[in-house]
T-cell receptor, first 115, second 116 residues
C-alpha cells in the first residue's frame, strides 16, 4: 500500500525553464510534507516543506504547492539549472498515531536539466 | 549547520562478520533515525530513537541491532548479514520526533554496505 506516490519516474527540462514535480498521497492523517533532493552516493538533502494548514511555501527558486482536497502536492523549480539534476523525493508525516514524525517517502522522480 | 556524519563510507563484510556503522550529529537533535535504501528505491525506515530511547522498530531482523550511547551518537551493529542486506544505510536526525519544522530530518551521506 503506497501512501505517497510520485507517478513520474523521470522528467527532462531545458535549462531556464520551469520544472514541475508532482506527488499524490492517500493518507488523510498526513499533515506535513517535505521535498528532498538526492545526488548519487549522497544522502537526501532537505529542500523545502509545507504544513497542511498552508497551500504554498516559497524558498528562492523552489515553491511547493499543496492541494489538500485533491491530496496532491507539487514542487516548482524556476528557473531550472543543470545542478538541479538529481532524484527528488516527496515525503509526508503525521502528528498523530504511534508512528508520529515518521517520514513516508514516494518512489522518487529523476530530474534532468539540459543546458 | 545541518551536518550528520556517518562512518565508514564503504564497508564490505562476509556473512559471518560482526561490524558496526556509526552516526554522529552535534546539532543538539533529540531524535535519530536509521534507514536502508536499495538502488532506485526510496529510503525505508528501520529504527527511530527519541531522547536516546528506541521509539520505533519497523520489524527489522535481529541481525541489525541499534544502539544510542548518548544524544549525539547512533550505532548500528551488524551480525550474520545476508547478501540481500547490501544497501546504502542512512542515518538522519531531527530536533524532535515530530511532524513539522522541528521534525525535519537531516541525512548523512550514508554507508554503502556490501555483504559477500
Amino acid at each position: 500500500d503506497q501512501q505517497v506516490k510520485q507517478n513520474s519516474p523521470s522528467l527532462s527540462v531545458q535549462e531556464g525553464r520551469i520544472s514541475i514535480l508532482n506527488c499524490d498521497y492517500t493518507n488523510s492523517m498526513f499533515d506535513y510534507f517535505l521535498w528532498y533532493k538526492k545526488y548519487p552516493a549522497e544522502g537526501p538533502t532537505f529542500l523545502i516543506s509545507i504544513s497542511s494548514i498552508k497551500d504554498k511555501n516559497e524558498d528562492g527558486r523552489f515553491t511547493v504547492f499543496l492541494n489538500k482536497s485533491a491530496k496532491h502536492l507539487s514542487l516548482h523549480i524556476v528557473p531550472s539549472q543543470p545542478g538541479d539534476s538529481a532524484v527528488y523525493f516527496c515525503a509526508a508525516s503525521s502528528a498523530g498515531g504511534t508512528s508520529y514524525g515518521k517520514l513516508t517517502f514516494g518512489q522518487g522522480t529523476i530530474l534532468t536539466v539540459h543546458p | 549547520d545541518t551536518e550528520v556524519t556517518q562512518t565508514p563510507k564503504h564497508l564490505v563484510m562476509g556473512m559471518t562478520n560482526k561490524k558496526s556503522l556509526k552516526c554522529e550529529q552535534h546539532m543538539g537533535h533529540r531524535a535519530m533515525y536509521w534507514y536502508k535504501q536499495k538502488a532506485k528505491k526510496p529510503p525505508e525506515l528501520m529504527f527511530v530513537y527519541s531522547y536516546e530511547k528506541l521509539s520505533i522498530n519497523e520489524s527489522v531482523p535481529s541481525r541489525f541491532s541499534p544502539e544510542c550511547p548518548n544524544s549525539s551518537l547512533l550505532n548500528l551493529h551488524l551480525h550474520a548479514l545476508q547478501p540481500e542486506d547490501s544497501a546504502l544505510y542512512l542515518c538522519a536526525s531531527s530536533q524532535e520526533r515530530l511532524a513539522g519544522v522541528q521534525g525535519i530530518q537531516y541525512f548523512g551521506a550514508g554507508t554503502r554496505l556490501s555483504v559477500l
